[in-house]
């Protein structure tokens, strides 16, 4: 169903026609399990789709579409293996098992270079947006702390373009990334400047500062103002800080600075304060700036800075030079550039984050995006340019790609829909050739379809694909086993070749998920592995493992399925912890996980337990 919402209606070149799906349906299987095995043949149901063919007249003054005509047909659509009762299914009188595969999720993911790409051994932060479908998103940083996107690994553009693509303007984005102080001037010499504490905390005071009322010194001069001396200064009721006007030379102008007197901009957003402008403000009675912080403790001028590297002024610039960077060839107009844009994440048909991706992407950058939403949105890029600058930044840690929280399992559901959604595609191209070549009015839908692409399509997954294997029949045991198998080749997966020693090697987080020995030895160790006895997959295809409940030393019988993103923060007792009858804990200190390590922690602390010890 979902596949063929996303692929119909299909329409033709000049729009006077549109083919749309309505319903699909089964018909009857020709043969029963044990005659399909004796027969050779494939256990099947035929698939038969209602599609309704519509065609318009266009007027072409207005371009205005009225329906002329409507068919409505049901359509023979080639068949679909069936799955049996055991979870196999029956192709050419054999029975084969589609062995799951395990892929990383969808969604974003920060990580950075451990110092390996350049020779200074500098350690340079990325982050990269997978979507199920669509153009990956890069965003890095470059030796000289410049913070760079690349759209599909092509070459890259400084991050600001693809922001004033978004249509934020630099003053906009300027004020998202760093904070306000304002200042006021008193005369020539001096001024003030706010006491905001998030921001001044490590700066130093370049004046003493005195109490108001009783006029003792609480800050030296050079002191450095930490967070009590802060604390004193708010208590004492000071608004603002003494500075010498020398120290506002070199800082960065939040907004431009106009003379509301006669309209004229003195100076523009991002420029550094210069003396000359210091003497025009006082000139023309303007006694009020903001400036923005740049550089402190936590805040890097690399935003900043990537603003200067770039020489796009407005929108439509931007398009144009990131359409230049992705399609060096055709020369750019500003309606084509802005509709590739748009194309490449915001359209649903280009692009699509899916469920999971979305929940990763909230998850990680703190959003609370619906999870309908399955297109990047504005708010998504700038936020994760916000949360990889507070990274690098030293707050924050970068992802581990083998957390079983990153890799979801993909059952032969998907894995066919994935393989159908091929097959459709090729044939809506086929269909789009028909309906421009020959009269609509004549033709009937099942004139325009063609099935083969889709049933060649199926044939093949089941037929040849890696994943698709012949069923292990040695004994019961040895059937369950395979099906219960996961795989981290295949496609869309990685290959022997190109798998680390990482990924192969067992996991904290497999604890209760995977099971850490049964996997075959040689080339694929650790890439093919085995679902533990207690563990299940949850909807958006992550595994998950019960845990009792445990809540203030007091362990109850309700079990928990929890993910690997869900346990990461709590303490999780070992099944074997002495319980008195109650359900308390006996030891004054219980042996517990968190975080991947073993610990010792008081029982109060604990929140889950372990179901079973082996």
């Known amino acids: 169903q979902e596949v063929f919402k996303s692929v119909f209606p299909i329409q033709d070149f000049s729009g006077t026609a549109s083919l749309e799906f309505v319903q699909y349906s089964f018909g009857d299987v020709k043969y029963d399990v044990d005659e399909c095995l004796a027969r050779g043949m494939t256990y099947e149901a035929p698939l038969k789709i209602v599609v309704r063919l519509v065609v318009y007249d266009v007027e072409k003054e207005s371009g205005h579409r009225s329906i002329r005509d409507i068919k409505e047909q049901e359509i023979y659509f080639g068949t679909l293996p069936l799955m049996t009762e055991n979870g196999t299914f029956i192709v050419n009188g054999t029975e084969r098992v589609v062995v799951s595969q395990l892929h990383r999720s969808p969604g974003i993911f920060f ?37 760079h996107v690349r759209i599909d690994r092509r070459r890259k553009l400084p991050v600001t373009v693809l922001l004033k693509g978004l ?42 500062i005195v109490h108001p009322q009783t006029k003792e010194v609480i800050v030296k001069k050079n002191r450095k103002l930490g967070k009590q001396s802060l604390r004193k200064l708010q208590e004492a009721g000071i608004e603002r800080l003494p500075m010498k006007v020398g120290e506002l030379i070199g800082r960065i102008l939040a907004h431009d600075v106009i003379d509301y007197g006669t309209g004229e901009i003195l100076a523009e957003c991002n420029e550094a304060v210069s003396d000359k402008l210091l003497v025009d403000l006082r000139d023309r009675g303007i006694a009020q700036l903001e400036l923005l912080h740049v550089e402190g403790q936590d805040i890097s001028p690399s935003f900043r800075n990537t603003l200067l590297v770039d020489k796009v002024t407005n929108q439509e610039e931007a398009l144009l030079e990131i359409y230049r960077r992705l399609r060096p060839s055709n020369p750019p107009t500003p309606e084509v550039a802005t509709e590739f844009f748009n194309k490449l994440f915001f359209s649903s048909e280009h692009y699509d984050l899916s469920e999971v991706g979305r929940l990763k992407l909230n998850l990680q950058l703190g959003l609370d995006t619906p999870l309908e939403h399955r297109t990047l949105r504005r708010e998504d890029i700038l936020e ?44 809506e191209r086929a269909i789009k050739e028909r309906m421009s070549l ?30 698709s294997q012949f069923m292990d029949q040695t004994n019961p045991l040895s059937e369950i086993t395979h099906k219960r198998r996961l795989s981290a080749l295949g496609p869309g997966g990685l290959t022997r070749e190109r798998a680390g020693f990482e990924v192969r ?61 869900d346990e990461k923060d709590y303490a999780i007792a070992q099944a074997n912890a002495l319980l008195d009858e109650r359900g308390r804990f006996l030891s004054e200190q219980v042996s517990a996980r968190k975080t991947g390590e073993f610990v010792m922690v008081p029982p109060e602390e604990v929140r889950y337990m372990d179901v079973s010890p082996n």
């Open 384 to 427: 994760a340019v916000r949360h990889l600058i507070r990274l690098k930044d030293s707050q924050g840690a970068v992802d581990d790609i083998d957390n079983l929280g990153n890799r979801r399992v993909r059952a032969v559901g998907e894995l066919l829909e994935n393989q159908y959604r091929i097959g459709l595609v090729r044939m």
């Open 505 to 565: 090697d067992v996991h904290p987080t497999h604890y209760g998920r995977i099971c850490p020995i049964e996997t075959p030895e040689g080339p694929n160790i650790g890439l093919i592995v085995s679902l533990s006895t207690y563990a299940r997959v949850n909807s958006y295809g992550f595994i998950e493992t019960p845990y009792r409940r445990a809540k203030e030393n007091l362990v109850s019988k309700d079990v928990v399925y929890l993910t690997a993103m």
């Open 167 to 208: 249509g934020y303007s630099t003053e906009e984005l300027l004020n998202y990334f760093y904070p306000i102080e304002r200042v006021y001037l008193v005369d020539e010499e001096r001024a003030q400047k706010e006491l905001i504490p998030e921001i001044l905390v490590g700066t130093r005071a370049t004046e003493d």
């Open 438 to 467: 020959q009269e609509i009015e004549a033709l009937m839908p099942h004139d325009l379809i063609n099935a083969k692409p889709v049933s060649a399509v199926v044939k093949e997954f089941f037929g040849t694909s890696q994943l």
């Open 111 to 147: 990580d950075h270079d451990r110092g390996k790409t350049h020779s200074s051994g500098k350690v340079l932060y990325s982050a990269r947006v997978i979507p199920l479908r669509g153009s990956w998103l890069d965003l890095e940083f470059d030796a000289k702390d410049i913070l």
